[in-house]
Each structure stands twice: as structure tokens, then as C-alpha cells.
């Protein structure tokens, strides 16, 4: 194929391309792009040039932004590679893939919602997959809990089973962000557990 530097990342909403920063690694043909959570890797390949064999790399370049282009190691598999080939073919990652801390959530007490004590309270977070998680234990309300922030919400209604002082209760999560107590009783309801792809 055509012996390239150059990139473009492509939105899927718009259904468009977008040139961002060439690729640093020099020109080449027959890569190896992937993406690991929201940064893009693109390295090996192989150079022919002319009366020559070629050349073949074996370095792993990562983006993590439209200026933001990083050479991952000098070459691939070196000690301070974060990307690596063990013997048997399998790809390693090296180092932590940190995610945001649990964010307190603002419980609607005027609808009586309170923290449980004695238990973690209520929280969310999203992952570096884009997966919203609920934790803790609330009780004493009715209706709408909480709402979630833009970003950590879904593209449509979702209803999961949660444990509630009755037994099994449900709760809703609304395209709006509110969390809602549909069904069961709420002397203690359990948000551990619940979880879904952020879409909106």
C-alpha cells in the first residue's frame, strides 16, 4: 500500500474526517492501529525505499488528543514500554489505567431522601470505558433520588432490580439524569451494583 505519516481522526456523529498531528514514527506502509479507552496507538509497519530491502519498525506512537502525539518507548517491548508482546503473542499493558474517584452525589431531600448510616453513601463515577457506577445506600424518600450530570447519563430509560427494605425494589435512570425509586420499599435502598454506558 501507499507509505504514509499522515492521520485523521473520524467523528461518527458527523460521519466526517479531521486531520489531526502526523503520525511521528516517519513514513510507512501496513501498520498497526488500536485503541485501548480514549487514546489511539498506531505503530511497526514496514519502509521500502528505492534498491532497498526496507526497513521494518517495531516502535508504538499513542494519541491522546488532536496535538497530542507521544512515542511510547524507544521500541517495542524495551523496559519502559507501556504496550508489550509476551512470548505467546499476547498483548501486556504495563502501569495503572486510573479512574476518576467516586463523586458524591446530591441527594433531593425535600422528597426525604437521606444517606443510610453505617453505609458507604451514595456515589458515582464513570470509567475509562465510559460505564457509569453507583454505590451506596439511601432511605426514607419517594420518587426522583438524585440526578446524574451530563455525560454520566443514558440514551434511554433504564430500570435495574435493587435491594430494598422489602426485598427486591427498582429503580429508574432517566435520559434527564434522575434517578428514580419506582418500586418497593425505601426504610433502606441499595444503589450498589447499578451500572450502564454513558451516552448523554
Known amino acids: 500500500g501507499l507509505e ?3 492521520a485523521q481522526e473520524y467523528n461518527p456523529l458527523t460521519n466526517q ?3 489531526i498531528a502526523d503520525f511521528g514514527g516517519g513514513i510507512r506502509h501496513s501498520g498497526v492501529a488500536f485503541t485501548i479507552a480514549n ?3 498506531v ?3 514496514v519502509r521500502f525505499a528505492v534498491n532497498s530491502a526496507g526497513a521494518t519498525f517495531n516502535d508504538l506512537w499513542t494519541y491522546g488528543g488532536s496535538a497530542d ?3 511510547q518507548g524507544n521500541s517495542f517491548n524495551q523496559a519502559n514500554q507501556l504496550v508489550k508482546l509476551d512470548a505467546l503473542g499476547n498483548l501486556v499493558i504495563s502501569g495503572n489505567i486510573t479512574d476518576e474517584p467516586f463523586i458524591a452525589a446530591t441527594l433531593d431531600i425535600t422528597l426525604g431522601w437521606t444517606n443510610a448510616g453505617g453505609f458507604v453513601d451514595a456515589a458515582y463515577y464513570k470509567d475509562k470505558l465510559g460505564m457509569v457506577h453507583l454505590r451506596g445506600r439511601v432511605q426514607n424518600g419517594a420518587g426522583t433520588m438524585l440526578i446524574l450530570p451530563d455525560g454520566y447519563r443514558p440514551r434511554a430509560r433504564l430500570v435495574f432490580d435493587v435491594a430494598c427494605s422489602t426485598g427486591l425494589g427498582q429503580i429508574d435512570i ?3 439524569g434522575s434517578v428514580g425509586f419506582l418500586l418497593g420499599g425505601s426504610a433502606f435502598v441499595s ?3 447499578i451500572s ?3 451516552e448523554k
Open 39 to 41: 487514546k489511539g496507538y
Open 196 to 198: 450502564f454506558r454513558a
Open 174 to 176: 432517566s435520559t434527564d
Open 17 to 19: 474526517w479531521t486531520r
Open 191 to 193: 444503589l450498589d451494583g
Open 4 to 6: 504514509r505519516n499522515s
Open 69 to 71: 502525539v507521544t512515542l
Open 43 to 45: 505503530g511497526f509497519g
